[in-house]
């Protein structure tokens, strides 16, 4: 088992804590904690960059190398977008990506090939999720006007990211070998 297949169960593991933790009576929305959101957001969008320089790197597909760069040039201003508003708050971000990230670009720098392209689509596939998940909960139900505002403006372009890059991730789902899946 690669350490990309480890990493996966950890990536569905934290966005089935996102959406299990909002998923509330629809008659009753519990507020989030916006410094929280905020440091999730900029957690995101650094390991967002970070994993996406080494898809500009290391894919092999055009496609992949293509989505990679948008990655960039869109979470680079996102990030931008965010530390500006934060800063205006006084929200602390980090400046640096988390372990989880870390051990993502380590795993993902150990392949090669068709292997890198088809671990890092589904990376990336469980990376927007995740963000969609945490943009909409923010979005929704936030209690800072700017940072619901950031959010709601945000979230079309990750929507699209994730877009963007499910139905690359399902072809290399569909041609994984079977004792891979």
Do not use: W
């Not at 390991?47 to 496609?63: H, K, M, Y």
């Not at 380590?106 to 945490?134: I, N, P, W």
């Amino acid at each position: 088992m690669t350490m990309i297949h480890k990493l996966i169960p950890a990536l569905l593991g934290s966005l089935l804590v996102v959406s299990t933790s909002f998923a509330q009576d629809s008659t009753q929305k519990m507020a989030v904690n916006d410094s929280l959101f905020a440091a999730a957001a900029a957690d995101s969008g650094l390991s967002e960059v970070a994993i996406s320089q080494l898809g500009v790197e290391r894919a092999t597909n055009s496609e992949l190398k293509q989505f990679s760069q948008r990655m960039i040039a869109d979470h680079n201003r996102l990030n931008q977008e965010l530390t500006s508003v934060a800063s205006q708050k006084g929200i602390p971000l980090p400046r640096t990506t988390d372990a989880r990230a870390q051990f993502c670009a380590q795993s993902l720098a150990g392949l090669s090939s068709e292997e890198f392209d088809r671990c890092y689509a589904k990376a990336q596939l469980l990376a927007h999720m995740e963000a969609v998940a945490t943009f909409e909960a923010e979005a929704e139900r936030g209690q800072d006007r700017d940072l619901r505002a950031l959010a709601s403006k945000a979230l079309p372009l990750i929507k699209e990211h994730l877009s963007m890059i499910k139905p690359i991730a399902m072809r290399y789902e569909k041609s994984a070998p079977s004792s891979e899946r």
